[in-house]
């Protein structure tokens, strides 16, 4: 009666795509380690993939009848770089709710407009994780400051300040 989410799937070995796709091909059913008898799981299975399971299938990596037999309702969430109107929500929730444990126990803190402009137009290769681990480590490093800057930025971060929010790997001219 519960559901169980599968992380990373075009991860997953050709031998556990197997054992998956006849749990799901029985609806259910499957044999615990060491036992000849069947047992019926009543599970719904949501799969997550970073990439995408056709091109996976093409490349011999994951098993088609598998993908044919989870593709049942497919979303596709865009990636935080074709997002960035997203970027500044995300971060405010983040530092609300890990605000308690990163040192802000009475409110999180408040982001300031050049901090904001960096986050926005950073391309978040890491994606929503990368953004979260960020928004930690800025609050940590920020030791309780009310405003996130991007002085508080250290280490990885380091490239929030050196771009000043300008997308990596582009380039403009003067026309």
Same mark, same amino acid.
């Given at each position: 009666?519960?559901?169980? =989410?599968?992380?990373?799937?075009?991860?997953?070995?050709?031998?556990?795509?197997?054992? *998956?796709? #006849?749990?799901v091909e029985e609806d259910g059913d499957f044999y615990p380690v060491g036992s000849?008898?069947?047992?019926?799981?009543? &599970?719904?299975?949501? =799969?997550?993939? !970073?990439?995408?399971?056709?091109?996976?299938? /093409?490349?011999?990596? =994951?098993?088609a009848d598998l993908r044919d037999r989870i593709d049942a309702f497919v979303v $596709?969430?865009?990636? *935080? #770089?074709?997002?960035?109107?997203?970027? @500044?929500?995300? @971060?405010? %929730?983040?530092?609300?709710?890990?605000?308690?444990?990163?040192?802000?126990?009475?409110?999180?803190?408040? =982001?300031?407009?050049?901090?904001? %402009?960096?986050? /926005? %137009?950073?391309?978040?290769?890491? !994606? &929503?994780?990368?953004? &979260?681990?960020?928004?930690?480590?800025?609050?940590?490093?920020? @030791?309780? @400051?009310? &405003?996130?800057?991007?002085? %508080?930025?250290?280490?990885?971060?380091?490239?929030?300040?050196?771009? $000043?929010?300008a997308r990596r790997g582009t380039l403009t001219r003067p026309l």
């Open positions: 009666g519960g559901t169980l =989410f599968l992380d990373e799937i075009g991860k997953a070995s050709k031998a556990v795509q197997g054992k *998956l796709l #006849r749990v000849d008898r069947p047992v019926r799981g009543d &599970v719904r299975f949501i =799969f997550a993939a !970073n990439e995408g399971l056709d091109a996976l299938v /093409e490349q011999d990596r =994951f098993l $596709r969430i865009p990636p *935080l #770089r074709e997002r960035a109107c997203d970027i @500044a929500g995300l @971060a405010r %929730h983040v530092a609300s709710r890990r605000a308690a444990r990163c040192g802000y126990p009475d409110r999180p803190p408040a =982001f300031d407009d050049e901090l904001l %402009h960096a986050i /926005e %137009h950073d391309p978040w290769p890491g !994606n &929503v994780r990368e953004l &979260v681990t960020a928004i930690e480590r800025l609050m940590i490093d920020a @030791a309780g @400051a009310p &405003v996130l800057t991007l002085a %508080h930025c250290t280490g990885p971060l380091d490239r929030l300040r050196a771009g $000043r929010g």
